[in-house]
C-alpha cells in the first residue's frame, strides 16, 4: 500500500515548509488582519495619501492611524515618502491588491 515507511517519512520531511517564508507569510497575514489596516490599504489604490488624510478616511484619532501605518510599513506593505513636514504613504507592492481581491472574492462565493 504505502512505500517504504522510512522513505515515506523522509518525503514528508521535505514537506516541512521554510520557517523564513512562513514567518514572512505570517507577517503579511497579521498586518491585514485588521479592519483599519485593510481600510487604509483601500484608500491607497487610487494613490498615495498623507497621514492626516488617511485620519479623515478612517475617522481615527493620529495615533491609531500611525500605529496601523507602522504595522504595514514593517510588513512591506506601504512605503513612505517625506516632503517637508509631511509623510506621504504609498503601497509598497501592488500584489497586495490580489491578495485583498482574492480575500473578497473566497468570502463572496460563501
Same mark, same amino acid.
Given at each position: ?6 522513505? &515515506? @517519512?523522509? /518525503?514528508?520531511?521535505?514537506? $516541512? ?6 514567518? +514572512? ?13 485593510? &481600510? ?13 488624510? @488617511?485620519?479623515?478616511? @478612517?475617522?481615527?484619532?493620529? /495615533? $491609531?492611524?500611525? /500605529?496601523? @501605518? &507602522? ?37 463572496? +462565493? &460563501?
Amino acid at each position: 500500500m504505502y512505500e517504504d515507511p522510512e522513505n &515515506r @517519512l523522509t /518525503s514528508l520531511f521535505e514537506l $516541512t515548509p521554510d520557517d523564513e517564508r512562513v514567518d +514572512s507569510q505570517q507577517t503579511v497575514f497579521k498586518a491585514l488582519a485588521n479592519e483599519h489596516r485593510i &481600510r487604509i490599504l483601500e484608500a491607497l489604490r487610487d494613490g498615495e495619501l498623507c497621514a492626516c488624510e @488617511l485620519q479623515v478616511v @478612517l475617522d481615527a484619532p493620529q /495615533s $491609531t492611524v500611525a /500605529s496601523h @501605518l &507602522r504595522e504595514l510599513k514593517d510588513a512591506g506593505l506601504v512605503k513612505t515618502r517625506r516632503q517637508g513636514k509631511w509623510t506621504y504613504y504609498r503601497i509598497g507592492d501592488t500584489a497586495v491588491f490580489q491578495l485583498l481581491d482574492v480575500a473578497h472574492a473566497l468570502a463572496e +462565493s &460563501r
